[in-house]
């Protein structure tokens, strides 16, 4: 079973930042683009930033310019480093293959208080 486990959430004033970890299993990780994503409460999931086994990466415009992701195919790992947080940025995040999704982890939730 594939399992997804994010981490490193937490509560920031606004213009903090915070970096999230993904640690995915490795029949998922190394030849899969992956994502992290968002869902504010009565909204859709968002998909925030990707990045493709080769290090492409590509972000939605609200992430731009404040939000870089990486990944480590060694460690089966996963990141997003978040600056110049926003109240807007909060909510709960997700990671997960963008493709051929797998069952989605818990999430860690972000809290940007203004």
């Known amino acids: 079973q594939v399992q997804l486990v994010e981490s490193g959430g937490g509560l920031v004033q606004a213009g903090g930042s915070l970096r999230l970890s993904c640690a995915a299993s490795?029949?998922?990780?190394?030849?899969?683009?992956m994502g992290w994503y968002r869902q504010a409460p009565g909204k859709q999931r968002e998909l925030v930033a990707h990045?493709?086994?080769?290090?492409?990466?590509n972000y939605a415009d609200s992430a731009k310019g404040r939000f870089t992701i990486s990944r480590d195919n060694a460690k089966n790992t996963m990141y997003l480093q978040m600056n110049i947080l926003k109240p807007a940025d909060t909510t709960v995040y997700y990671c997960?293959?963008?493709?051929?999704?797998?069952?989605w982890g818990r999430g860690t939730q972000v809290t940007v208080a203004s």
């Open positions: 997960n293959a963008v493709v051929v999704k797998v069952p």
């Open positions: 490795g029949s998922i990780f190394s030849f899969n683009i």
């Open positions: 990045i493709t086994s080769g290090g492409v990466t």
